[in-house]
């Protein structure tokens, strides 16, 4: 989705385009852009009434404030609703998958005329809303941050989109390697990477926050209530709060069983018989998606209870009308790593025996490691899923063409580490017994001792006041201690319990990049939280963090004719999650009970034995496995990075931690996917082709200029202010 809001009213899809105002606060780069018509030195300023628009573009709405859908849209996910056909200037767009009917969107119309707007993010579903009432433009972002919306100035006024790259091509912008640091350095830290992007002059807005625009001029305000920064709410009922996330999290899946079933687009014919290959995997083979509905179905709690409760919930969940009702179950072998996952495995198999299930299993051994096959899509953003796309792909090919994952469930329903410095803020000390005890019975040395160093450390993040906390962080990347100690379940707890922490790659960064990402905390510390309970920013932050990892792994694994789906990361259900008690959060198993109660509302009492079990994840001697195969081709890639050429990393000194950890040398594995992800986005970013506008000036509308040209380089310098939401 891309639209714009300017000042000018001849400004949008046709007719001429006047050049800024003086005096309106523009700030774009004095040439390149479409009002440079005016130029005597522009070779386009003799034809000065021109055009843009995106590339592939359907027109939703024109002048004075077009908006496009942009890509490969469904129809039934573009829905328009105007208010009176009187008034064409008040209107509502929804984009994606929408759980409400049309006169539920008439009606929350009317209400959005008055300036309410909370109640337009309140359908099952996981979807964007645009509001034009008159020449006021209302775009409302999501509440994890699965579906962002960017903006930027241009042109005199003010240009949105649920991408980035595309205003960046509008506007010709650069790089901004200090945002590139900041990934690497703390990813899910919002102070550290505010509301930028990796693209200079391209802004996000904050998850849970809209984008308002009168006549180009810009407002970010927050929709939900605000509650006291300080003191804690009264505790929600647990009974109630688990109520609300089963309510939730069914009514999500229902949005997506009763919208229309979509078939693939027709592709070769079938070869026929292959040995070794029935007809799911021959349609794989050949980049298909099934008709009807699927989900993953790993063995874990999440995957299950979707698979599960789509399975049962009345209708027919599977496949179109006439070819069975059967919902496709998608399970992922590793041949490469068969030990660590045997439990997981006899849980899928146990789960598939349900008969509403088709079960399918996809196995692979080497060809799908990580680092196998590093080709891929241009994603929007850089993202640590660019490693192993293409084992995730081969699974999903495997799929239907509505496809539901697990992903988010671990964020929204579990509790960060520093929720238990929460709870002795709030003087709940006796529910930490049950999480310390649990914590103790996984330490290998010591377990004596793990409740006490949990506890203190707990104690003085509740005694850390927020500026503090910020400062004490851009002090430890300043001095270099940014080397992981994280070796285990207490490790990792004892780390997580600080209001900002390095992330697994910033031990290789350059001093220039720690010293950039230390002055962005530095300054973050000055302005004011959004919460000053430390359990509650980092969860959020952890959140967004996973949302903007889900898009750009959607973007990465794309099967055409396919929509993936993560309920959990919908508005409704992450709310309802939100209300959950903390004291219920922290307990061992919490998620697991939760979902089987969710389960048990489907009519689905009986579970394999082992559920909620938290198996130890192959992905780490997969990766290592991974990297040893793809060792020679990791190198060639690190022989000149342009991570280097950035001043981001010592190349030499990357090269030597993928030949330490291909050796079997405990090195953060996780890190170095960041660094493979990041590296090879820039290389694909750089060696692109083409445009996302179109129009007389389209040979202008690139952003970054592709190879040779020299990336640019750090200039450590404090990033300006994040607008504060109104009355916060």
């Known amino acids: ?12 899809t046709a007719g001429r385009v006047p050049p800024p105002a003086p005096g309106t606060g523009y700030d774009a780069p004095p040439h390149g852009g479409i009002a440079d018509a005016a130029h005597a030195d522009d070779p386009a300023g003799r034809d000065a009434e021109r055009t843009v628009h995106p590339v592939g573009a359907q027109l939703l709405w024109g002048d004075p404030d077009p908006l496009w859908a942009v890509g490969d849209w469904r129809p039934d996910e573009i829905r328009t609703i105007t208010a009176d056909p009187a008034d064409p200037f008040t209107r509502l767009a929804v984009l994606g998958c929408c759980g409400a009917g049309d006169e539920e969107l008439r009606r929350a119309l009317y209400a959005a005329r008055g300036g309410a707007l909370r109640h337009l993010t309140e359908w099952p579903g996981s979807y964007t809303a645009v509001v034009q009432t008159g020449r006021r433009i209302t775009v409302l972002g999501d509440l994890a941050g699965a579906r962002p919306v960017f903006y ?82 009264p505790e929600a009922d647990p009974e109630g709060a688990v109520e609300g996330v089963r309510e939730a999290l069914t009514a999500a899946v229902r949005a997506r069983l009763t919208a229309p079933r979509h078939a693939p687009d027709t592709l070769l014919p079938d070869p026929g018989p292959v040995p070794g290959m029935g007809p799911a995997d021959r349609r794989a083979a050949r980049g298909a998606p099934a008709p009807g509905v699927g989900a993953d179905l790993s063995g874990g709690t999440a995957s299950a209870t979707l698979a599960l409760l789509a399975a049962g919930l009345p209708g027919a969940p599977g496949t179109l009308p006439g070819s069975g009702s059967r919902l496709l179950a998608v399970t992922f072998n590793d041949l490469s790593t068969p030990r660590g996952r045997e439990g997981e495995l006899e849980r899928a198999h146990a789960l598939a025996a349900d008969p509403r299930l088709h079960h399918v299993v996809v196995a692979a051994a080497d060809e799908a490691l990580p680092y196998a096959d590093l080709d891929g899509p241009l994603t929007d953003e850089p993202g640590p899923c660019l490693v192993t796309a293409a084992r995730d792909r081969r699974r999903l090919a495997a799929g239907s063409a509505d496809h539901f994952t697990g992903h988010g469930a671990r964020q929204v329903l579990d509790a960060h580490p520093a929720r238990m410095a929460d709870l002795l803020l709030d003087r709940r000390r006796r529910h930490l017994l049950r999480p310390v005890a649990a914590l103790a019975r996984t330490a290998a040395e010591g377990p004596l001792l793990v409740p006490f160093s949990v506890y203190s450390a707990a104690r003085r993040l509740a005694r850390t006041p927020y500026r503090a906390g910020i400062e004490a962080a851009a002090a430890r990347l300043r001095e270099g201690g940014v080397t992981p ?32 990402v230390s002055i962005r905390l530095r300054a973050a510390a000055g302005r004011p939280p959004l919460s000053l309970r430390p359990g509650e920013a980092r969860a959020r932050a952890l959140l967004a963090r996973h949302a903007a990892d889900h898009r750009v792994f959607e973007q990465a694994v794309e099967v055409r004719s396919q929509r993936l789906h993560a309920p959990f990361l919908d508005n409704q259900v992450v709310r309802a999650a939100r209300a959950l008690p903390e004291s219920l959060r922290v307990q061992p198993g919490a998620r697991a009970e939760i979902l089987r109660s969710v389960l048990a509302s489907a009519g689905v009492r009986e579970l394999p034995p082992g559920w909620g079990v938290t198996a130890p994840g192959p992905n780490e001697t997969a990766g290592r496995l991974g990297l040893r195969a793809a060792l020679g081709s990791l190198l060639a890639l690190f022989s000149a990075p342009l991570l280097a050429d950035a001043g981001l990393v010592d190349a030499r000194v990357v090269r030597q931690a993928l030949t330490d950890a291909a050796d079997g040398r405990p090195v953060p594995l996780d890190g170095l996917a960041e660094l493979v992800s990041m590296e090879l986005w820039l290389r694909r970013l750089m060696s692109r082709r083409g445009t996302c506008w179109t129009g007389t000036s389209t040979p202008r509308r690139r952003a970054v200029p592709p190879l040779p040209a020299p990336l640019p380089r750090l200039t450590p310098s404090a990033p300006p202010p994040l607008p504060r939401p109104a009355g916060r």
């Open 1 to 12: 989705m891309v639209g714009w809001s300017s000042i000018a009213a001849s400004f949008g």
């Open 152 to 233: 930027t100035p241009w042109a005199g006024g003010t240009a949105y989109a649920t991408a980035a790259l595309p205003l960046a091509d509008l506007i010709e912008a650069q790089l901004d390697v200090g945002h590139l640091a900041a990934l690497l350095a703390c990813p899910d830290s919002p102070e550290a990477l505010g509301d930028g992007t990796p693209y200079a002059g391209v802004r996000r807005i904050p998850p849970g926050h809209t984008l308002i625009l009168r006549e180009g001029s810009r407002e970010i305000t927050g929709y939900e209530p605000v509650a006291s920064l300080a003191v804690a709410t």
């Open 485 to 516: 100690t994280v070796s285990g379940p207490v490790d990792a707890s004892l780390a997580a319990l600080t209001w900002s922490r390095p992330g697994p790659a910033a031990g290789w960064l350059t001093g220039e990049a720690l010293a950039e």
